[in-house]
T-cell receptor, first 114, second 118 residues
Framework: EPEVTQTPSHQVTQMGQEVILRCVPI?????FYWYRQILGQKVEFLVS????????KSEIFDDQFSVERPDGSNFTLKIRSTKLEDSAMYFC????????????FGQGTRLTVV | AQKVTQAQTEISVVEKEDVTLDCVYE???????LFWYKQPPSGELVFLIR??????QNEISGRYSWNFQKSTSSFNFTITASQVVDSAVYFC???????????????FGSGTQLTVLP
């Protein structure tokens, strides 16, 4: 069964460093998302991506964040200068279509900023 | 703005008991979609069900059933004869009406931690 894959599963980084979280969405899906979940809290939307550009972004997604689809398969989230409060589980998701379909999530990347 | 409320933070039941997880939502749209996701201890988010706002028929899938009531803006989830493997955090989520080309995101509730004791 097709699935969304994320790498790495766990990343530890020092405050101020740049990190790139990687995702391979399901191959025929057109819509891509990043969500984050601070430990013990709800899942929060960060950004959506369609047709090679950002479709929507939340207020969390400030200038330190960026997304890219550098080739036909990868979808990356970059955090330029990490802060302690960026520590969270980051989920990538993809959807086949925007109409009446569900989002499939990857297994997540746990980012720990020290 | 849309909002999803899961008032039950934690529920504990003994195996084989039935349990209902509540979900109440707010939206200004007349067309929207409701979802339930399961997050087991391993951390991934597993899709369980999607429901359209114009389809209020309840659904049963094995031990799972969902009760969608538009009049009370609720989309409750019942597990019958619970098992230890059902222990997880369950999230209800809402997505407002979409147009092709508009990647509308999910708004999640805060989740309900279900613990099924042997």
């Amino acid at each position: 069964e097709p699935e969304v894959t994320q790498t790495p599963s766990h990343q530890v980084t020092q405050m101020g460093q740049e990190v790139i979280l990687r995702c391979v969405p399901i191959s025929n899906h057109l819509y891509f998302y990043w969500y984050r979940q601070i430990l013990g809290q709800k899942v929060e939307f960060l950004v959506s991506f369609y047709n090679n550009e950002i479709s929507e972004k939340s207020e969390i997604f400030d200038d330190q964040f960026s997304v890219e689809r550098p080739d036909g398969s990868n979808f990356t989230l970059k955090i330029r200068s990490t802060k302690l409060e960026d520590s969270a589980m980051y989920f990538c998701a993809s959807r086949l279509d925007s109409l009446n379909t569900e989002a499939f999530f990857g297994q997540g990347t746990r980012l720990t900023v020290v | 703005a849309q909002k999803v409320t899961q008032a039950q933070t934690e529920i504990s039941v003994v195996e084989k008991e039935d349990v209902t997880l509540d979900c109440v939502y707010e939206t200004r749209d007349t067309t929207y979609y409701l979802f339930w996701y399961k997050q087991p201890p391993s951390g991934e988010l597993v899709f369980l069900i999607r429901r359209n706002s114009f389809d209020e028929q309840n659904e049963i899938s094995g031990r799972y059933s969902w009760n969608f009531q538009k009049s009370t803006s609720s989309f409750n989830f019942t597990i019958t004869a619970s098992q230890v493997v059902d222990s997880a955090v369950y999230f209800c989520a809402l997505s407002e009406a979409e147009m092709r080309g508009s990647a509308r995101q999910l708004t999640f509730g805060s989740g309900t931690q279900l613990t099924v004791l042997p």
